[in-house]
């Protein structure tokens, strides 16, 4: 049997695909909704690689209340990095939406497109990836991270007291599962 060849489907994945195959218990309201989902998603992605173009670029957009204008326009304004990893080890690492580290503070700004209300805990999780990554303790480094969500911004200055219990548990529970790998083998 010679099988088509479906090259244009490389690394696609289909909505409808086996892999998620949850779909064949929805009903046509369900399936709406998620895909209504699905497409959020992939508009998600697209604001955040237009804003990092945008970002890299120097291009500011409009003055307004509007999320992505007011992103973009801070990102540039802070001169920061846009989609930046930050690793600690193989099972925890992340990507910040835009980071700036100048003059002892921290800043990390988080771009949300959907509808579920973000929460602070990612960027606290980055702000201690960070610290582990570059050796820096919370005590002696001001951070202030932001969420824009909603045509709003939620701005947050944690203390080192919200930081080092996210640190301990990252390192600990990266030992975990390094001796659940290593038991494996």
């Known amino acids: 049997m010679n099988f088509n060849r ?9 909505f409808l ?8 218990n929805y009903d046509e309201n369900k399936l709406i909704n998620s895909y209504s989902n699905f497409r959020a998603k992939e ?3 697209r604001l ?15 003055k307004s209340k ?10 540039i304004g802070f001169k920061m990095i846009p989609e930046q990893p930050l690793y600690f ?15 002892n503070l921290l800043r ?4 949300k497109s959907g509808a579920t209300p973000a929460s602070m805990n990612q960027l606290l999780v980055y702000t201690a990836l960070f610290c582990l990554e570059y050796e820096f303790d919370p005590k002696d480094i001001d951070a202030e991270l932001r969420i824009y969500q909603h045509d709003e911004i939620m701005i947050h200055e944690p203390c080192a ?3 080092f219990p996210i640190m301990d548990k990252i390192v600990a529970f990266d030992k975990v599962i390094r001796n659940l790998r290593e038991e494996k083998e």
Not at 89 to 103: P, Q
Not at 108 to 111: A, E, M, S
């Open 17 to 24: 695909s086996p892999s998620q195959y949850h779909w064949i």
């Open 6 to 14: 479906h090259f244009e489907l490389e690394g696609k994945h289909a």
């Open 89 to 103: 080890s193989e099972n925890c690492f992340g990507t910040a939406d835009a980071i700036v580290f100048k003059n």
């Open 48 to 62: 955040h690689a237009f804003a990092k173009e945008c970002i890299e670029l120097g291009i500011k957009l409009p």
């Open 43 to 45: 508009r998600g992605t």
């Open 66 to 75: 509007k999320t992505l204008n007011m992103y973009v326009n801070d990102a």
């Open 108 to 111: 990390i700004h988080d771009l």
């Open 161 to 163: 007291d919200d930081i």
